[in-house]
């Protein structure tokens, strides 16, 4: 069964910044967008040294880290933002649960993106976490990967709104990018599971039951991960009244709350799903008990038929002297007649009734 290990991870020392994930190997890199509604700069290879760039924080500066291994490069980008180490440790510890942290004028939100391994019915599970403050929004990806790269073209191609709103605006469309995942990897499920469906009705195989527990693990893993990200998007709602951190604006709440609602949604799905899994199994075991009935059922006649005959063969098989169709020289032809009469009139009997 596959657990999500958020509280049985490696155990790592509060003050100890350390990468806990998979990706080992995989370099650290950095990208900043600086741009208002009239203006954007583009950095690519961005380095710790040029951090002053975002001192700016008229216009929006979005910094992406890609690869979590370079441990001082997560050490620059804390000091410089004022950002506290445990907030860099959960970001670095990916066996946290999805969480929201509200620590003076920084917001800090982690994420758990799931996608479908290809060719399997594996789910590949990477964190990704933001800081939000005043002016400045750092996202935080284990690996390099395209889930933020159409926001990106709307940014520099000016395409809606988002050049027109500030940091907070960006982190919606962020994490709504991140929770399509799990609207793909929900689909790719149910098309699975509708194959298996469909197999069930045509194989007895009992493998079928082991990929319906399959799914059924992948579905609760997906619904263990979405349940936290509920939480803490409602949680956001709390921040409206707060007045300590003010940067997510009040008319942008709107959007956060659709994101909630979509949370509900994922989860309404999922629950629909396992149903559906439910009702798998139960098909499969039903047409299990169906064929068992119907193979006993043709026993059952087949040693119905052969009850009578052994009968009369039992009773010609005494011996007894005083059997006159022992000695008739037609006697062993007039019981197989007999004996042929009584299967076809009994077969006859079971076709009417139905009963094969």
Known sequence: MRKIKYKKGKKVQPSLLEYTGIHKGVKTEMQLFVYDNLNLNEFNQFKTQDLKVCNDFSKVNWLN???????????????????????????????????????????????????PLEDSDTIVVEQISFLLKKGILISFQEKRSDFFTHIRERIRTHSGIVREKKADYLLYLLLDAVMENFYIT???????????????KTSANPIILEQVEKHRDNYNFLKRSIIPLRDSLYSIKSIKDDEIFNEIEDKNFT?????????????????YDLTTLDSVSNFYFSTQNHKMNEVMKTLTVVSVFFMPLTFIVGVYGMNFDNMPELHWKYGYFVIIGAMLLLLLGMGYYFKKKKWY
Do not use: C, W
């Open 255 to 271: 959007f956060f709350d659709r994101l909630h609602q979509k949370s509900l949604e994922l989860l309404e799905q999922i629950e």
């Open 186 to 200: 929900i689909e790719n499920e149910e098309d699975k599971v509708e194959a298996l469906i469909n197999e069930s």
């Open 65 to 115: 880290v890609h690869g979590l291994n370079d441990i001082p490069v997560m050490q620059s980008i804390g000091e410089h933002f004022e950002v506290d180490n445990f907030m860099l440790g959960d970001i670095l510890n990916t066996t946290k649960r999805t969480k929201l942290d509200e620590y003076h004028n920084i917001l800090f939100f982690n994420i758990k993106s799931l996608l």
